[in-house]
């Protein structure tokens, strides 16, 4: 079967309206029938299949990096009747439009954080946020690679989207302009953090308030006071220069930042079974790719935030964590409300979280 896609159909910035569902279902209609049937669409006969792949980070980081590995390994194992486009860096949309953009179809892949997908996929993504929940990357790869990984992708589905796998980032730091040791170091400051439920309700417990918004602007928003500090990985922090607008760095590793990719439904599932096939190989390896750099490029971010001399760094000792988390206990039980009790199952849940 022909499916020869138009180019430039989806060739969209975010200035100009995102293509109708009806319009995408229609040019998805063309695709499954082919060229034998669609005359003139033959015209296109050359023209190859284009995934958009957007997402919010800079291209130097290891999403940014195997967003790139994907595109490379994708084309040449399609022979070239796929090309992917990557944007990076919110170049296409922000946080919570590209989730908009990707269910009408206006592009066919991202690869966002599990804190905002509780809004297409369900509460129980919000379980990965809990802090203090992950003693170490193993600990959260061994929820994701098992069943309870399995069932929040499958939660996506009911909303035309779906997951194909589970990209690392790593455990966050906080930054402000002024020392974050002690619980009340926080009282009263404003602390961005992604849409989370349970990350503003990390926030409250300590004393803060936690204005959302989008990664993009979360610098200029330090710059001009509107924010006094956040939370993010030190490959995040570094990327966005977060570190030129702040003071101060407290290695807490309080929370795990990972992401799902995921990809428009009805789009994958109308691929020609070759082609989907090698997609699917590309994405292994890019994940693979992803999974292997993402821990050592925050241990180097890390490194230079703390020994360029921008950043006055504390860390928190084992007694402060331990204050840390007897002040967070209230998330938990927050959280009992949102999580299902089979994705609370499946949680390495602390000692001391309340039963
Ligand atoms: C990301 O890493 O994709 C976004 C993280 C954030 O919004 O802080």
Known sequence: MNTALPATHFAISSRLPVPSRRSVVQWMAVAAL????????????????II????????????GKAALRFKQLAEAR????????????SQLYKDREELDALRLGAVQMLAPSLSKLAGLGGDDFLALDLPFLFKDRAAYRAVVDGPAGAALLKKLEPRGIKGLTF???GF???????????????????????????????????????PVSPLIDVRADLQAGKLDGQENTPTNIQTQ????????????????????????????????????????SAMRDATSYENSIAEADNLKALDRLTSGGQLITHTITPQEAAQWRTAMQPVYREARQWISPEMLAALPLPQGAPP
């Not at 977060?242 to 599932?269: D, K, R």
């Open 167 to 169: 990209w690392d980032n």
């Open 78 to 89: 399609t022979g070239g009747r796929v090309r992917v486009e990557v944007y990076p860096d």
């Open 52 to 63: 958009q792949f957007s997402h919010v980070v800079k291209p130097d980081t290891a999403k």
């Open 241 to 280: 220069g977060l570190h030129e607008v702040q003071s101060h760095l407290t290695i807490s590793n309080h929370g795990y930042l990972a992401y799902a990719v995921i990809v428009n439904q009805l789009f994958w599932e109308k691929l020609p079974a070759d082609i989907r096939a090698n997609l699917e």
């Open 172 to 210: 966050k730091v906080f930054t402000a302009n002024r020392p974050l040791q002690t619980v009340a170091d926080f009282k009263g400051l404003r602390i961005r953090v992604q849409a989370s439920k349970v990350l503003v309700a990390q926030m409250r417990a300590l004393g803060s308030v936690a």
């Open 34 to 49: 082919g060229c034998a049937a669609v005359g003139s669409v033959c015209a296109a006969a050359a023209t190859p299949i």
